[in-house]
T-cell receptor, first 113, second 111 residues
Framework: KAGVTQTPRYLIKTRGQQVTLSCSPISGHRSVSWYQQTPGQGLQFLFEYFSETQRNKGNFPGRFSGRQFSNSRSEMNVSTLELGDSALYLC????????????FGEGSRLTVL | EDQVTQSPEALRLQEGESSSLNCSYTVSGLRGLFWYRQDPGKGPEFLFTLYSAGEEKEKERLKATLTKKESFLHITAPKPEDSATYLCAVPVQGGSEKLVFGKGTKLTVNP
């Protein structure tokens, strides 16, 4: 069974640019969550999508957005990048009947220069 | 505000030297506590779910326990391959997949 796939794995951007990250969940998983991981703050919840609807949102500015497609694949977008957005962005999928049991991808490491 | 605090931040053990990691939480109406393991350069890997005080779960050399205020991850006779960062998390109000994670304990097991 294929795991959660995130692309790209690494990317470098400059301040002011925007970035789109992609996540393909495990087949059959309809819930997709996004987390930001930094050395200082650890793992922080960004948002969760279920059946193409945003079900939960974390405390991040509006520059961070996401969406989910009918095949459960998800994308997140960060506009007007800031240096502080440098982080590992992790996507996780789950079965709705097993809350908290998240299957994470390997992440997309974003560096903002 | 819901909070999760893990201690110690880092722990070095010799192979075979058992120890425990701590996760304390402040959340109203606990709806589960989750343990994850994260290896360098990888996403976290789910280990255990605990729902009620007194509950225990085991997997190989790991045993997780839960009280009303904290959880412990006991590591018995660890091996170098147990080296990783161990994270605990609790769901917060607003949705079961909205997890608050502790900052983790980085475990190093020396041969």
């Amino acid at each position: 069974k294929a795991g959660v796939t995130q692309t790209p794995r690494y990317l470098i951007k400059t301040r002011g640019q925007q970035v789109t990250l992609s996540c393909s969940p495990i087949s059959g998983h309809r819930s997709v969550s996004w987390y930001q991981q930094t050395p200082g703050q650890g793992l922080q919840f960004l948002f969760e999508y279920f059946s193409e609807t945003q079900r939960n949102k974390g405390n991040f500015p509006g520059r961070f957005s996401g969406r989910q497609f009918s095949n459960s694949r998800s994308e997140m977008n960060v506009s007007t990048l800031e240096l502080g957005d440098s982080a590992l962005y992790l996507c996780a999928s789950s079965l709705d009947r097993l809350p908290g049991e998240l299957f994470f991808g390997e992440g997309s490491r974003l560096t903002v220069l | 505000e819901d909070q999760v605090t893990q201690s110690p931040e880092a722990l070095r053990l010799q192979e075979g030297e058992s120890s425990s990691l701590n996760c304390s939480y402040t959340v109203s109406g606990l709806r589960g506590l989750f343990w994850y393991r994260q290896d360098p350069g990888k996403g976290p890997e789910f280990l255990f779910t605990l729902y009620s005080a007194g509950e225990e779960k085991e997997k190989e050399r790991l045993k997780a326990t839960l009280t009303k205020k904290e959880s412990f991850l006991h590591i018995t006779a660890p091996k170098p391959e147990d080296s990783a960062t161990y994270l605990c998390a609790v769901p917060v109000q607003g949705g079961s997949e909205k997890l608050v994670f502790g900052k983790g304990t980085k475990l190093t097991v020396n041969p």
